[in-house]
C-alpha cells in the first residue's frame, strides 16, 4: 500500500528559481528520505530526515518533517536543468525493513 | 564507489516463459529488494531478502519467487512471465535496518 503521496504531480519551473515538492503520509514513521529518479533510471538517495529531525540540509536541498501533520517538503534552490527528473518520498516504519514510496513529482527546470 | 548491477536493462520474453532478473551489489549489504515501478503506481515491493537464504514477500508477490544463495546476488523470478508483468523492475540493497537504499540501473521487462 502507498504511504507517502507528493505534491504536485508535476512541476515546471525556469532555471534558477526554487522548487518546492511535498510529502504526506498517513502512519508513524522512523525516518522518511528523499530519492530522485532521470528518466528510465534506478533511483539515487538524496536525503534521510529521522523522525526527531525538523530540517536537514544538504547542498541545494533542504528537507523539513512536520511529524504531527504528517508531512515533508523538499525544496530544491537555485534549480538547474541537470535537477530534472522525478523525486520520491520514502518512509520507513518502527520495527518494520521496508521502504514504502509515493507516487512522485515529475519536475520539469525549463532552461 | 557503491553499485548495484541489474543484469538486463531491457528485456522482452513470451508470455508463459520462465524469467531471470539478475541483481548483484558490491558493498557486502545484508538486504536486498526487488520492486516493480508502474507509472502512476510508484514502486511497489515485490520481495526482499534479510540475508543470504532468507526472503519476505512484499506487498505483491503474486506470480514471483526470489533466490539469494550468495549475500551479493538476489535474482527475481517469473515462473511463467504474463502481459500484466510488463514494467521497470528495480533492485535495491542496503545495510540494516533504517538506512538508504542503493538502486540498480532497472531492467525495463515486456512481455509479449
Known amino acids: 500500500s502507498q504511504q507517502g503521496e507528493e505534491d504536485p504531480q508535476a512541476l515546471s519551473i525556469q532555471e534558477g528559481e526554487n522548487a518546492t515538492m511535498n510529502c504526506s503520509y498517513k502512519t508513524s514513521i522512523n525516518n522518511l528520505q528523499w530519492y530522485r529518479q532521470n528518466s528510465g533510471r534506478g533511483l539515487v538517495h538524496l536525503i534521510l530526515i529521522r523522525s526527531n529531525e525538523r530540517e536537514k540540509h544538504s547542498g541545494r536541498l533542504r528537507v523539513t518533517l512536520d511529524t504531527s501533520k504528517k508531512s515533508s517538503s523538499l525544496l530544491i534552490t537555485a534549480s538547474r536543468a541537470a535537477d530534472t527528473a522525478s523525486y520520491f518520498c520514502a518512509t520507513v516504519g518502527f520495527g518494520n525493513e521496508k521502504l514504502t514510496f509515493g507516487t512522485g513529482t515529475r519536475l520539469t527546470i525549463i532552461p | 564507489d557503491v553499485k548495484v548491477t541489474q543484469s538486463s536493462r531491457y528485456l522482452v520474453k513470451r508470455t508463459g516463459e520462465k524469467v531471470f532478473l539478475e541483481c548483484v551489489q558490491d558493498m557486502d549489504h545484508e538486504n536486498m529488494f526487488w520492486y516493480r515501478q508502474d507509472p502512476g503506481l510508484g514502486l511497489r515491493l515485490i520481495y526482499f531478502s534479510y540475508d543470504v537464504k532468507m526472503k519476505e514477500k512484499g506487498d505483491i508477490p503474486e506470480g514471483y519467487s526470489v533466490s539469494r544463495e550468495k549475500k551479493e546476488r538476489f535474482s527475481l523470478i517469473l515462473e511463467s512471465a504474463s502481459t500484466n508483468q510488463t514494467s521497470m523492475y528495480l533492485c535495491?540493497?542496503?545495510?540494516?535496518?533504517?538506512?538508504?537504499?542503493?538502486f540498480g540501473p532497472g531492467t525495463r521487462l515486456t512481455v509479449l
Open positions: 535495491a540493497s542496503r545495510l540494516p535496518i533504517y538506512n538508504e537504499q542503493f
